[in-house]
C-alpha cells in the first residue's frame, strides 16, 4: 500500500521536508480526482443521522446505517474517504480516524488550505511534491477494495459531521514506521497508532 508523503517521499528514501507550498495549482475543490474511476455500485455513501460516542472498531462501523445518499453529492467527504482508502485502508478502524484527524487539523490550521479537497490535493500535479504519495507518484488511483472503501467511506463520514478529534492531539502530520523525516526530530509527536507516528506542528510566533 502506497504511504503518506506529508513532509517527504518515502519511495525516494529521503527525509527532506517540503514546506507548505501555497502557490501550488490545486485540483477544483468540487471534484475528487478518484471519484470518476470508481464505479456507480461502489459510492454509495451515507447520511449521518447522529451516532453518539464513536468505538473504533468495525463491529462499530458496521452497525452505523446512516441510510444511502451517493458520495459524488458531497466532494469533502468524497476527498477524506479517498485519502484515507489510500492512505490509510490497511490500518485498525482507529488508526483510520487518526489518519482522518490529521487531514481536518490540516484544514483548521492557517498554515495550510482550507478544505479537505485541497488538503489532499496540495502539491499535486508535481511529481514528488505533494503532500500525500498517492496523488503523485503515477500510479493510477483505483478503488478495488469494495468493502475497505465501504468503512472509509463511514470514519470519512462520521468526522466530516464534527465528531471528536480524540486520537492525536492536534496532529498536522504522521509517517510511517519505516521513515524517519528531518521534520520528526523538531515537532512534538503526539500519538503513535497502528504503524504511523503522529506530529503536532509548531505553533508560528509573529514577531514585530
Same mark, same amino acid.
Given at each position: ?30 471534484? /475528487? ?16 443521522? $447522529? ?15 446512516? $441510510?444511502?445518499?451517493?458520495? #459524488? ?5 468524497? +476527498? ?16 483510520q480516524f487518526a489518519v482522518a484527524e490529521v487531514i481536518l487539523n490540516r484544514v483548521d490550521s492557517a498554515e495550510f ?13 508535481? #511529481?514528488?511534491? +505533494? ?15 469494495? #468493502? ?5 467511506s463511514k470514519v470519512a463520514h462520521v468526522m466530516t459531521e464534527g465528531a471528536e478529534r480524540a486520537l492525536t492531539d $492536534? ?5 510511517? #514506521? ?9 515537532? /512534538? ?13 509548531p505553533t508560528r510566533v509573529s514577531s514585530n
Open positions: 500500500m502506497r504511504c503518506l508523503a506529508i513532509g517527504i517521499f518515502a519511495m525516494l528514501g529521503t527525509s527532506a521536508v517540503a514546506e507548505p507550498d501555497f502557490g501550488a495549482v490545486l485540483v477544483d475543490p468540487a471534484k /475528487s480526482r478518484v471519484l470518476l474511476s470508481i464505479p456507480d455500485d461502489m459510492i454509495v455513501g451515507y447520511t449521518h443521522h $447522529g451516532v453518539g460516542e464513536i468505538e473504533y472498531s468495525r463491529e462499530w462501523l458496521s452497525k452505523q446505517d446512516f $441510510g444511502a445518499q451517493d458520495l #459524488k453529492a458531497d466532494p469533502e467527504w468524497a +476527498c477524506l474517504a479517498e485519502a484515507i482508502y489510500f492512505e490509510a485502508r490497511g490500518e485498525s478502524v482507529k488508526g488550505p482550507d478544505s479537505i479537497c485541497k488538503v489532499v490535493n496540495q502539491g499535486t500535479g508535481r #511529481k514528488y511534491a +505533494c503532500q500525500f504519495t498517492y496523488t503523485c507518484d503515477g500510479m493510477p488511483e483505483k478503488i478495488n477494495e469494495p #468493502k475497505a472503501f465501504d468503512r472509509v $492536534g496532529a498536522t502530520h504522521y509517517h510511517t #514506521k519505516s521513515v524517519n523525516p528531518n521534520w520528526s526530530r523538531v515537532f /512534538s509527536r503526539t500519538a503513535t497508532i497502528g504503524y504511523h507516528h503522529f506530529y503536532r506542528m
